[in-house]
Each structure stands twice: as C-alpha cells, then as structure tokens.
C-alpha cells in the first residue's frame, strides 16, 4: 500500500483516469494511463498517459470530482493537466 492510500479513498481517481483514458481513445489512438504516487508533496498522484507522464495534486481531483459532474469534471482534469503539463515544461 502506498503512503498516500491510507490517507484518501483512490477510487475517484480511477473514475477520472477511466473517463480520460475513453475520452482521448475515441480522438487518439489506444493509450496506456497509470496512477503512481510521488513523493515530498501532500496528496499528489502522477498520471502517466502514455508517453506522457503528468503531475496533479490528488487533492484538486477528488475536489473536482465532489464539485463537477463526469462530463465537465474530465474536461476540468484535461484543462489543469495541460496547465501544470506547461508549468513543467511538458507539451501536452
């Protein structure tokens, strides 16, 4: 069990990855999505879309997921992903 799973239920999470995961296959092509912890931050997760890898603050999604619908919280997941992609210095 990772650190960050004692602290949260995850399984929000994996609804937003499945939503993103359907979403991009239907205007992309297959595509391989991952969810790992990553340490020194305070509830973060890292989704990997692969090939690319995206940081979010777990705390964010559960929040999105308690505030938005399925439709326009997969939309707000993919806005801040590509947000934070850019602070990093990532094309997304």
């Not at 890292?46 to 995206?54: E, G």
Request: charged content about 20%; hydrophobic content about 55%.
């Amino acid at each position: 069990m990772y650190r960050w799973q004692a602290f949260v239920d995850v399984e929000p999470v994996t609804h937003i990855v499945s939503s993103i995961k359907e979403a991009l296959e239907k205007v992309l092509f297959p595509v391989t999505v991952g969810l790992f912890p990553v340490r020194n931050r305070l509830f973060p997760v890292k989704v990997q879309i692969f090939p690319i890898t995206i940081n979010i603050f777990l705390l964010d999604v559960i929040l999105s997921h308690l505030s938005f619908s399925m439709e326009k919280q997969t939309l707000f997941f993919m806005r801040k992903a590509a947000a934070l992609s850019l602070e990093n210095g990532r094309f997304f």
